[in-house]
Every structure is written in C-alpha cells, then in structure tokens.
C-alpha cells in the first residue's frame, strides 16, 4: 500500500487523469493504466498517466469526467491511499448537523468549532463538510453539503455521501433526525458515530452494574413509582430524581426525608427552588407536577459530593477514541454547584475548574490518586457501553467524588456537549476535545492521521542556529550524533522546523565537523528564511518526527507611551534581556497597529546584534501578553476592547490571561459564589440611591468605586458625621466634600464616578508606624503552570489617606518570598493559603490565569480580605525598591509561563 498525503486536487483538460507525484516519492508499482477512484461511497474508473514531478507536493489532475463523478472540490489538497490496485482520496467526513443550525448560519450565523473542524482536517488532508438529512440524494449516492469559504461564508456544494459520518445534531428535532438517518444506512456500510442516538439512564446503569469490576462505583437505582420512592426513603434520606433521556440536568430533582418532612428541591436557569411537604402522598402528588412530558424517571442515591471551598462538586470526563480505536480520556473538569444547587450544570449557575487544582485542595496529596481512578474507570465504562451499543466515537462520563475521595458514577452522555470544557477557555482543551473526533472519524475512512505519537520529551533547553556555507539549494537542517539521537531522527527525514514566527520544510543531513549538541546549522536556502532571527540562542520546546519547535513568539500588547519611552523604561530593557536568556522571542505592539490582512502586526523588538530595538511587521504572537492600558482615553479604550476580542479568537493564540479586565462587582461575584469566599471579601452592592442609604444606616464607613477604576482613582470613602455626609477621596493629597442629605451625596458620586459603580464596606486597615496598609500580591504562574507569589508590595498609605496607591502618594516595601514580612500578624503560609484560594475562585469564572495582581488587607484583627483583583498588574518603579534578583522574577516568570503555554499545546496536555 502506498499513501501519498496532501496531494493537490486540480483539473485537467486532457482525456486521461495524471497523478504527478512528489520529486522524492518512489514510484512503487505504480504504471499507466486504468483504475478504480473512491471518495466517500462515490467511485469512478479512470484512465491514468503517473509521472514524476519537481515539487516536493503531488498533484492529482482530474478531468471533467472523474471531477463530476467523484464531486471532489478543485483547489484543495488531499492524501491518496493506493492499495490492490485502487485508489482511495480522502479522508472524506461528513458531519450531521440539523436543518435549524444550517437555516442560522446560511443568516449569517457562525461557529468557530465548525470551522475548525473544517481547517483542521483540510491540514492534514482530510475533506470535512456538513449537512442535514433533507441534504442527502440517495439514489446518486451525494449530498448537498456546506463548508465555509476563505472568508467566511456558509457555502453549499455537491459532495459524495460519506462513508463515515460524525452525527453532532441536537435537540428534540435532531433527535428525530438522528434515528432516521440510522435506519436509512442500516446495511448499507456507512459508519455513523456514536452508533446510538441517545443513551438512557436506566439501561446505562442496569448494563453496567453487570460488570463486577465497575458495578460497586454505581449508586443503587430504581425505576421510578410511589412504592419504589416509598422503600428507598426507608434505605436513606437523600435521592435524586432524574428524567431517563433528557441532558442538560434538566427536570433533575432531588427529594430528601428527615423526621418531620419532606423536600422538594429543583433548578431553573437562576434559582434553586424548594418546597416542603408534610406526608408521602402530597410530595408524590407534587413530583407528578414537575415531571418532564413524555419522561420515565429514575431514582437514584444521593451521592455525599466533596466540596470546593464550601461548594459541592462533580467531574465531568470528555472519553474520546483515538485514531486506533482505543478510549483516551481528553479532559477533565470540576463542576462545581451553586450553594444550595440541586445540578452543577454550567447552563444552570454552576462554574468549572480545572480537576488537578480542585482534589489538591480537597485531598492533598491525594491528586494523582484520584485522578488515575477516573481515568481507570471512565475507560472502563467505555469499553463496556460498547458492547451494549456498538461502535462509540466519544462520551461524556459524569463521575461523583465523595467525601472520602470514592469514584462514583453519575450518568454516561452518548452525545455530549462541550459547555464545561469551553467555559475553562484553555486552548489547549479546547482543541484537542474537538480535534479528536475528527481524527478519529478520518481513520474510519482508512486514513490514520493523529497526534504526534513519538514526542521525544525535553527539559526546555536554549539552541543557536548558524548558517552551513554550502552551495545547496534546498533547505536542509545539519545535525550531528549527539543531536541525531537526541531527536530520534536519521539522514534524509524531514520535517517541518518552527523558529518564531518562520516554518518551513527540511530535509535532515548529518554533520561531523561541531560536535557542539547546542548548535543546529543550516543551508543558506533554509537560514536566508529566517527573516527575523538575529543570532540568539531560543528554547526547543517541542520535537517529534514531524516537527522541531524553536522559540515561542510573546508579542505584548502596549501603550504609544510605551512604544515613546521604550528606550528608556527599565522594564522594556528588562524583559529583553530575560527573553534573550530564555530563548524567547519576544516583541511588543500597539493594538491599532494590526494589520488583519496579512495577520501581522507592526512589532517592536530587541535586535541583540546592533543592540538597539527595531520595528517591522511580524505575524500574530503564538502567546498574547496583554498589558495595554487607556484609562482616560475612552475611544483608545473601546479600540483594544475590539481588536483583543478578535485576537482571542484566533485558536492557536494563547493569552497569558482569559480575561482582560476584571471588573470589582464581577471580582465580588466570583469570590462570593463560593460558600467559603463569603467571608473573603468585604460586604458589596451595585451602587444606587438604596444600597447607598442601607451602607451609611449599617456601617461605620464604606468606599464607593469606579468598577473598573484604577491607579486609585475613581475611589472615594463615604460616612454619615453628625448630620452631615462626608466624602473624601485622595492619598497624599485628600479632598473632602460634605452633603446635607443622601441625594445630593448620590448626584455628586454619580456625577464624578458615572453609572457604573459599588460600594463597599469599609476595614478597618491594620497599620503600620501607624500608618494603614494594604498589599499587592503579585501571583504568576511559572514554567510548570503553578502559581508562585513572586512579591508582596506593602503600600504604607500618608497620614489621613483615602487610598494606599503608590500613584497617589503611598510608600512601598516590596517583600521577596521568604523575606521576613513587616507585620507580625502576617506569616507566608497565611498570605499563600488566602491567595491561592483567591486565585482558584477567579479562575472558576473568568477561565484560565497566568497573572493577577490582588489587593489584599489586613484588618486590625488579623484577618485578611481581598479587596480588588487586577488583571494587568503594574510593577512600574518595582526596581527602586527592591532586588534584580527579584525583578528576574517578576519579569520573568511571564515568558517562563509562555513557554509552558506552547509546550502544553504542541504535546496536547490536557490533565
């Protein structure tokens, strides 16, 4: 068999079909003839030319004919398998999709899974396109497909009825659609994946509690009536009652029994709702009110959830089949309820975290413990729906964790939706659970293309490239021995080399005349593309037979100030330096300098041989270092609002932060839903004429701010004296206002401060050399992806200050870590403790975090509060007051972080 991938469809005039093959590929037994063409169930018989090529690309040159019988595109490339004789293009895969979801994107809807989907395959040489059963020509063995264009227009076109097909139609109509296209391709060899339209709860446990090594993970059910319900409450307290085939947690409801009553409790999309009844009857009267229409329900025990920071949890496992037919777990999250909440459904309030970080800190040291029991059982779990239901492609696999650390199931979905993961916004998840069932699809169609398998792991480690003066004009890569062996690679492969922010080709030769295992050379054809490399040494990050990843490209989004000033501002000239130790290539830019085109932006970097910064256009980053601010430039403002939103939304680009601003109500928001977070943050509302009066009735003093204020402006201090009203506002410099009444205080807050603002309630600031304090904790996350305190700023507030700021007027120490910290009702194990549980909570809603920045105080009793969170910490003026040392640090740990972004996506780390 011999397989030729990404061949160039064209179209010829000439009577007979040419196969043009690569320059390097071997003929084989290839001869001019005539042979059979397949492309999905479409086949054609083709008189055939084969000749060698000068590209290292092959080009199959279709005429009129075998273009009209086959209903491949022109224009595109795909891989040819060549076995016994015939001639398979492919892979061809077509995904299921309901007339609803083709009727909004022929409006002018979009989905960007849908897109990728379309992109990733037409990478590998993969054909995927979409369609609905009204779609399908049966008799001609064709659909009417939809694939979106270059620019992104939802176009139709004929294409063959696939052989394989990826049903991901949902909802009630879907549904319906779904069970009908089964039984028209029933015996008639197409491949429909997952082969089973929708799984029930009841059969799913009733099949599985067969198995005696699963079985004791399952929690005692029953069909649901009144007798069944009557004799579980005599076997426990607690039940959930769940509709058989709905998903979403919808018509979930949990009954408990204690001696006085029963309780009903059940979610809508924003409360909990609970009624009580005093007798069997009434509760069962009651449940039949809620039933779903058309829905048997099961009972099912309660299981004793473990709690996150006071909130209880449940994990949902993305189970998904690679290329070889094998389960894979592709990702895990932590699901974490509501206080109060019966489901922990993100649709329905709940929030998602990262697994490893959440058993961590619910079972220490226990982590990996539990996390290789999910593995270990969700696969098992999937193997054994198999046998009951047939070929599966991917499932999602609830699992409870009880209080003891126990693996429990809660449900298998047979078509699971990907809300959870998509909430985590880490790119890395997002692409491979969506990437996946697309591989897994093309090799049912005989084409296996996956995940780079062989990945020879690294420590990060620095490489210098020079250029081999040789006289050859092809790009070649010189490696020797040592580095032969290293990467696992031989004289004459190839692969494809990534340096920044060039990619290109190579072909390997060996060389004997440096045995330095630090320095890769290059032909001149392949070093003269490296237009942007300038000598220095960059960190290999990834290698496999296929790829060879140089240096990943941070590009830092900033201000024109920045850009003015670059020369001169320590910090600049600091992350250079750190870049260039750390084999990073690194630029800064203006967010309205992109040009969207090209996919490039105007870029300012270090050239270390004329020492001196340089400006050209550069691709997008790989890595998106997000600290441009415009806080009193409102047009600049809404300016990077947009341009950062259509960054984030390319796949591939990483930022440091999900999240580009956390506003203080939203801050409050995340904290506070946690039942443990409560107590965490000082009392706040949204700021209006009530939550005004209510503040000064209930406590002594409180602060109203800008909600996306900062440098402490926009920040003043409120209290009721005597009868007057007093408003202050300030650090070294204070400005007082008094008001006779609650109104006139309200005008003049809303007048300075706009709509959108909190109050807050006001602490007590502990003090130091009697004057207060708060600290900014500076939290990164380092080359492993953990959080690291990297410093702790002590901002020691003028007598009589407003604010602690240092840009109104504060004095800083800025402590390292375990330097001794200034206050004796501080230690670091409390600061670090208190932080990370801060961290984790922001994490649960704003997605993925690299840095933040945390105001946090002391009160004069010793208890710390978080008062602010900041996206975009400033550390101006850091090298005044503290160590270079520690500044390597603070600087540092930003590209350290980067290369761990890049090294998780390349190596598909999901867990």
Not at 147 to 174: A, M, N, V
Not at 562 to 586: D, P
Request: proline content about 4%; glycine content about 6%.
């Amino acid at each position: 068999m011999d397989v030729y991938n990404l061949i160039n469809i064209k179209t010829t005039t000439s009577e007979r079909c040419i196969l043009e093959l690569p320059k390097n590929a071997p003929l084989a037994s290839l001869t001019r003839g005539n042979y059979p063409f397949f492309a999905g169930t479409r086949k054609s018989l083709n008189k055939l030319d084969i000749r060698r090529g000068t590209s290292d690309e092959g080009t199959l040159y279709l005429n009129t004919r075998a273009q009209k019988n086959l209903l491949i595109p022109a224009g595109i490339k795909t891989n040819l398998k060549v076995s016994n004789g015939k001639f398979h293009l492919g892979p061809m895969l077509g995904v299921f999709i309901s007339q609803n979801k083709v009727e909004n994107l022929k409006d002018g809807g979009w989905d960007s899974v849908y897109w990728r989907f379309q992109n990733w395959a037409s990478s590998l040489g993969g054909v995927v396109y979409f369609f609905t059963l009204e779609d399908i020509d049966w008799y001609e063995a064709k659909v009417k497909g939809y694939r979106w264009t270059s620019d992104r227009q939802w176009e139709e076109e004929f294409y063959p009825l696939p052989q394989i097909i990826y049903d991901r139609c949902f909802g009630l109509e879907g549904r319906a659609a779904a069970y009908k296209l089964r039984e028209l391709v029933k015996d008639s060899g197409i491949k429909v994946y997952n082969n089973v339209v929708k799984i029930g709860k009841y059969e799913t446990y009733n099949h599985l509690k067969k198995y005696k090594e699963i079985k004791n993970q399952i929690p005692s059910f029953y069909n649901f009536n009144p007798p069944n319900l009557r004799g579980c409450f005599e076997q426990t307290g607690s039940l959930y009652l769940k509709p058989d085939k709905l998903y979403k947690g919808e018509g979930v409801l949990r009954v408990t029994k204690d001696v006085e009553k029963y309780v009903i409790e059940h979610r809508d999309p924003e409360n909990n709702n609970v009624f009580s009844f005093e007798d069997f009857d009434s509760t069962v009267n009651f449940l039949n009110t809620l039933f779903k229409e058309d829905q048997n329900y099961v009972i099912q025990n309660e299981i004793d959830l473990a709690k996150f920071l006071g909130n209880r949890f449940d994990v949902r496992v993305m189970l998904q089949k690679i290329p070889n037919s094998t389960w894979e777990v592709t990702g895990i999250n932590a699901r974490i309820a509501p206080v109060g909440s019966v489901i922990t459904s993100p649709r329905s309030g709940g929030k998602v975290l990262r697994i490893r970080e959440v058993l961590a800190k619910c079972f220490p040291g226990r982590e990996n413990e539990i996390i290789h029991q999910i593995i270990s059982f969700s696969k098992t779990v999937g193997y054994k729906m198999e046998d009951k239901f047939g070929t599966l492609g991917e499932l999602g696999v609830d699992l409870g964790i009880d209080q003891s650390g126990r693996v429990w199931l809660i449900e298998v979905n047979g078509k699971p939706l990907k809300v959870s993961f998509f909430k985590m916004q880490d790119k890395v998840i997002d692409k491979v659970i969506n990437l996946s069932p697309i591989l897994f699809g093309m090799a049912q169609d005989w084409f296996h293309i996956s995940f780079d398998q062989d990945v020879t792991p690294f420590p990060p480690k620095n490489y210098m490239l020079k250029a081999f003066l040789d006289s050859n004009d092809e790009k070649l890569i010189y490696l020797n021995d040592q580095q032969l062996k290293a990467f696992k690679v031989h004289p004459g492969h190839r692969f494809f080399l990534k340096v920044g922010p060039s990619q290109f080709s190579v072909e390997v030769r060996k060389q004997t005349f440096d045995s330095n295992s630090n320095t890769m050379y290059l032909s001149n054809k392949a070093f003269n593309d490296l237009t942007h490399y300038h000598g220095e040494s960059l960190c290999l990050l990834f290698t496999s037979p296929t790829n060879l990843v140089l240096g990943p490209m941070v590009g830092m989004s900033v201000s024109d100030n920045t850009i003015t000033r670059i020369n001169e501002l320590y910090e600049m000239q600091k992350l250079a330096q750190l870049a260039l130790e750390k084999g990073v290539f690194f630029y800064c830019f203006r967010l309205d300098r992109i040009d969207w085109d090209n996919q490039s932006v105007e870029a300012f970097y270090f050239n270390p041989q004329s020492n001196a910064w340089e400006s050209k256009p550069l691709p997008f980053p790989e890595v998106l270092y997000d600290m441009a601010t415009y806080p009193f430039d409102l047009e600049k403002r809404q300016m990077a609002k947009e341009a950062n939103k259509l960054l984030r939304l390319i796949p591939d680009l990483q930022p440091i932060n999900a999240k580009r601003y956390f506003g203080k109500w939203e801050t409050y928001t995340a904290v506070t839903f946690f039942d443990q977070g409560k107590n965490c943050v000082p009392f706040t509302e949204q700021f209006d004429p009530l939550t005004l009066k209510n503040f000064l009735t209930q406590y002594e003093f409180c602060f109203v701010k800008s909600n996306f204020g900062s440098y402490g402006k926009e920040v003043f201090r409120v209290e009721k004296k005597d009868e007057q009203f007093s408003c202050s506002t300030g650090g070294e410099n204070v400005e007082t206002w008094s008001f006779d009444n609650e109104d006139s205080l309200y005008s003049f807050l809303t007048e300075q401060l706009g709509d959108n603002c909190v109050i807050q309630k006001g602490v007590n600031l502990n003090k130091l050399n009697n004057l207060i304090f708060d600290m900014r904790v500076l939290a990164q996350k380092n080359l492993y992806g953990k959080w690291e305190i990297s410093t702790i700023n002590f901002r020691i507030a003028p007598e009589g200050a407003v604010v602690t700021n240092f840009a109104a007027g504060a004095h800083e120490i800025v402590v390292a870590p375990e330097d001794e910290l200034p206050h004796p009702l501080l230690s670091w194990q409390k600061i670090r403790d208190f932080s990370y549980d801060m961290l984790l909570a922001l994490e649960a809603t704003f997605g993925t975090l690299g840095e933040v920045g945390l105001d946090v105080a002391l009160d004069e009793d010793g208890k710390l509060w978080l008062l602010e969170a900041n996206s975009k910490p400033n550390t101006i003026g850091y090298n005044q007051v503290t160590t270079e040392e520690v500044l390597s640090q603070v600087h540092g740990l930003p590209l350290d972080y980067a290369k761990h972004m890049i090294i998780r996506m390349y190596n598909n780390l999901t867990l």
